[in-house]
């Protein structure tokens, strides 16, 4: 599978490891906790020197962070100073590009209220496009060019040939069957993490799940256990790689970690959404069948099967103030466990980080205690 080109992937992985790790909390000993779920801090909360994005989520405000960095085509440092690479206070710093950067976001909302009743029809990436000079000229051969298609759209023409139920049976078959499917109830795993978090170091990772939408991933970062929960309702991250000790998933991550958790157990995945239509578009040459979840006018979900039955990804978008971002998942890698093929590899891709999730062992229908889904407890600086 092909990825970003080598300006934007430095630009994510600026992001990552130094708005992600640099304004992080230091590193400490997590553990997990019975908890009332806690409030979701928002950005002033947090970062005292932003200005016009308050308000937000502390999970939402890197996803728009992240919208910046992809319509850009650049990374955190092209609007912060470059000493901000090497610590958090200076991204406090203020810049010309900083103050550029607000008065664009002002255009944008006063466009999109003015023409579009306030929806969120012009985003950042609607003029720049990937890069930091948007182009005031045709480019004569995108004109005339072969036409460039994104797979990951959440508008696609309906394919009337195929129902999203034949599309889920020819997977459930492709997987294993009906039966097998069904008896899979639990399994936990261990393999390894690699992503910007970690400079694409191999760190462990342990894997729990639970039929039908609770999964569990603990990271053992070089300072400390990263812990990422979701118990069905409400999720979680908490350690060294979070800007504050417990952070609380809201909106699009939220409804991210509810549909990675669904899929992992994929009798369950038909019935998640009370609405599915369905697409067809092509992966790296490979025609595949989207089929796209909903519970109501906006799109939540879109899975992507090739033509053999598998699952080969999963996009979910997440609304920022600057507009609509996408989160890819790429599954690769399927071996049997308890006679139903699962993905053992899997690469996430957000504008403002990528990881992958390696496999070497899966241990099906095993007891995992509650306690794994649950809030974690904050971590504590050391």
Known sequence: MSFRSGRTF???????????????????????AQEPPAR??????????????????????????????????????FCHVKEAYFGAAAFADPTPRIQRARQMIVMMNTVNKTYFGGQSRVTC???HGGSNVPKEEPILSLQYGPPVENPNERGFPVYEQESADQVFDRYIAAIGGAERVA???????????????????????ELYANAP?????????????????????????AGPDTPVPLLTLTGGNLGRARAQAIV?????????????????????????RIVQGSDGEQPLVNLYFERAGLLVRMVT????????????????DYREVAGVMMPFSWT????????????????????????RFAQPAPSVPQ
């Open 40 to 77: 979701a801090q928002v950005v002033e909360d947090v970062f005292s020197s932003v200005s016009i994005l308050r308000g937000i989520p502390v999970d939402n405000f890197f996803e728009t962070m992240g919208m910046f960095a992809a319509a850009m085509g650049n990374d955190c440092t």
């Open 183 to 205: 008896a899979l109830s639990s399994f936990t795993a261990t393999g390894t993490y690699q992503g910007f978090d970690t400079a694409f170091s191999e760190v462990p990772v």
């Open 125 to 127: 990436f609607t003029c």
């Open 10 to 32: 430095a630009g994510a992985a600026a992001i990552a490891a130094v708005c992600l790790l640099g304004v992080s909390i230091a590193g400490g000993r997590t553990t997990f």
């Open 348 to 371: 996430v891709s957000q504008t403002y980080m990528q990881m992958t999730v390696s496999l070497s062992e899966v241990r099906p229908n095993v007891a995992i205690e509650a306690a």
């Open 264 to 288: 992992s157990f994929p009798a369950g995945i038909r019935d998640a959404f009370s609405q599915w239509r369905v697409g067809r578009t092509d992966i790296d040459d490979r025609e595949v």
């Open 317 to 332: 978008w997440t609304g920022t103030p600057a507009g609509v971002v996408p989160t890819q998942v790429d599954y690769s």
């Open 213 to 237: 939408n609770q999964a569990a991933m603990v990271v053992q970062m070089f300072n400390g256990p990263s812990f990422r929960s979701y118990d069905g309702r409400s999720g979680w991250m």
